[in-house]
């Protein structure tokens, strides 16, 4: 058990749907780093939160976007869902951004049909 | 441009014995790490090992062990003694000094999947 959480596992939603995708990261860590998985593009960084603050952006569309509260756990809001969108979301969490290990929680599954 | 490398997309190695992955990466920072992560089918991305680039000796987890040669920019991980529980893909990433653009990400190479046999 990594001690960071998503929530849910598996999500099924159709086209043009709204969905959420929650991460709790693990006790003491400040930092939130949201990944999505996919077979054509690989494991790409998406965003990241440090302490409430977003710190770095990856290659996240405008369709996405995420937030970090004051209890540190983080969301991921995807919108306008189109098909490729389907792929493994992953969320990781660190104490800082300079880090000797990073553990990642078991991801959402989701799968736009 | 591809800042990570694994040239090997699969590969087949009998238990007990030893298996060498190969990740090549570019930055020209100064100052980054290295890290190894196992992805079984179940999908969970699990941490094995790290490697500081001012560390002087190679990082060891049971095992894992990561063959840093840094003047290469190679960074191979060794799993010794194989299990068939090691039957996983395989991705080696690398996070970069701290700036605005890059501060604290990870990025990944494209995996090898490793398969263990009896």
């Known amino acids: 058990d990594s001690g960071v959480t998503q929530t849910p596992k598996h999500l099924i939603t159709a086209t043009g749907q709204r969905v959420t995708l929650r991460c709790s990261p693990r006790s003491g860590d400040l930092s939130v780093y949201w990944y999505q998985q996919s077979l054509d593009q690989g494991l790409q960084f998406l965003i990241q939160?440090?302490?409430?603050?977003?710190?770095a952006k990856g290659n996240i569309l405008e369709r996405f976007s995420a937030q970090q509260f004051p209890d540190l756990h983080s969301e991921l809001n995807l919108s306008s869902l189109e098909l490729g969108d389907s792929a493994l979301y992953f969320c990781?969490?660190?104490?800082?951004?300079?880090?000797?290990?990073?553990?990642f929680g078991q991801g959402t599954r989701l799968t736009v049909v | 441009a591809q800042k990570i490398t694994q040239t090997q997309p699969g590969m087949f190695v009998q238990e007990k014995e030893a298996v060498t992955l190969d990740c090549t990466y570019d930055?020209?920072?100064?100052?980054?790490?290295l890290f190894w992560y196992k992805q079984p089918s179940s999908g969970e991305m699990i941490f094995l090992i790290y490697q500081g680039s001012y560390d002087q000796q190679n990082a060891t987890e049971g095992r894992y062990s990561l063959n840093f040669q840094k003047a290469r920019k190679s960074a191979n991980l060794v799993i010794s003694a194989s299990q068939l529980g090691d039957s996983a893909m395989y991705f080696c990433?690398?996070?970069?000094?701290?700036?605005?653009?890059?501060?604290?990400?990870?990025?990944f190479g494209a995996g090898t999947q490793v398969v263990v046999t009896p």
């Open positions: 990781a969490s660190s104490p800082t951004g300079t880090y000797t290990e990073a553990f």
């Open positions: 930055t020209s920072d100064p100052s980054y790490g």
């Open positions: 990433a690398m996070r970069e000094a701290m700036t605005t653009d890059s501060w604290g990400k990870l990025q």
């Open positions: 939160y440090y302490n409430g603050e977003e710190r």
